[in-house]
């Protein structure tokens, strides 16, 4: 099959170390994975912490096992309307930038970041910091996706796409994540046509609708808060409707393209992260069949 499948070695974190993931990675079934934040290589908001030794001994880790890196995932606060935060995300973007031509690595998965209440602020300040590293994603062949992460400056799909649009460019795509369907908007198969080719990854997690109940499904005190609330449960344990979501992969055409990726990110159930890591490629498997893609 063209698309990749790749798992999110987050719940390993408090058991492993970072070079033990390739092969956690490789005895659950996966051939890639995703490097997401880790103390020792890509904390969040900071700069990374890997030198050219970790570096060499982490790709060394990875093939020795028969396994590849999909893709980094750096959490960074690139769209901060704090200026300094901003020019400091920078600064650690360009490094992201280098590891992943070290790791030999074409895509970067990450989030807009910046903050929804100074909503326009932030993403002058998104725009401000591409005008600096887009030259460099560029040049170094790179894709980079985003995903309006609940409490991102941009949350909803349809306008996180028509931002993505405006840089202009077929190095920048959209991240869809299954568990952030009911902040994106809970339009499925839309926001996946809409991102036509710029989808270049789309994560595999469940959630429930914290809409339902008439908005009080969730309850916070005091009434009014600004929270976000979701979830990363195992495929079938939340709301998301899954059949529409590899319905709308398949009509994408995102099964047939070389750089797609797909990420098990089940975050909540830490304590089964064998069987359940080991049952989300099984049905993302068979789901990817049954909407008529090719394993």
């Known amino acids: 099959m063209t698309v990749k499948i790749a ?3 987050t719940p390993y974190l408090h058991s492993h170390q970072l070079l033990e993931f390739p ?3 490789a005895d659950l079934g996966y051939q890639w994975w995703q490097l997401t934040p880790h103390p020792d290589f890509l904390p969040f908001f900071n700069h990374p912490r890997a030198d050219d030794e970790l570096v060499a001994a982490l790709k060394k880790a990875t093939a020795d096992v028969g396994v590849g890196i999909s893709s980094l995932l750096p959490v960074q606060r690139w769209s901060s309307p704090d200026e300094e935060a901003r020019e400091g995300s920078v600064r650690n973007w360009r490094r992201i930038i280098e590891l992943a031509v070290e790791l030999d690595v074409r895509v970067i998965n ?14 002058r300040a998104f725009y401000r910091s591409m005008e600096t590293l887009l030259p460099l994603i560029e040049s170094e062949g790179l894709r980079v996706n985003i995903d309006p ?9 349809f306008e996180a796409i028509r931002i993505i649009r405006g840089l202009n460019s077929a190095s920048v795509g959209f991240v869809y994540v299954g568990s952030h369907t009911f902040h994106y908007g809970d339009d499925i198969a839309g926001i996946i046509a809409a991102a036509g080719h710029r989808l270049g990854a789309a994560y595999v997690a469940d959630s429930f609708d914290h809409n339902r109940s008439h908005g ?8 009014g808060n600004a929270v976000r609330v979701h979830q990363h449960l195992a495929l079938g344990d939340g709301d998301v409707d899954w059949d529409a979501y590899f319905a709308a992969l ?3 055409g995102f099964y047939d393209r070389d750089d797609s990726i797909i990420v098990s990110n089940v ?3 830490d304590e089964r992260g064998d069987e359940v890591s080991r049952s989300q490629l099984e049905q993302i498997r068979t789901r990817i069949q049954n909407a008529g893609g090719a394993i």
């Open 250 to 252: 398949a009509a994408n």
């Open 23 to 25: 092969r956690v990675v």
């Open 110 to 123: 990450t989030e807009f970041s910046g903050r929804p209440e100074r909503a326009e602020e932030s993403e």
């Open 7 to 9: 798992l999110d070695p």
């Open 216 to 223: 009080l499904r969730y309850i916070t005190n005091p009434p």
């Open 267 to 269: 975050f909540a159930e």
């Open 149 to 157: 992460h609940p409490d991102d400056f941009v949350e909803n799909g």
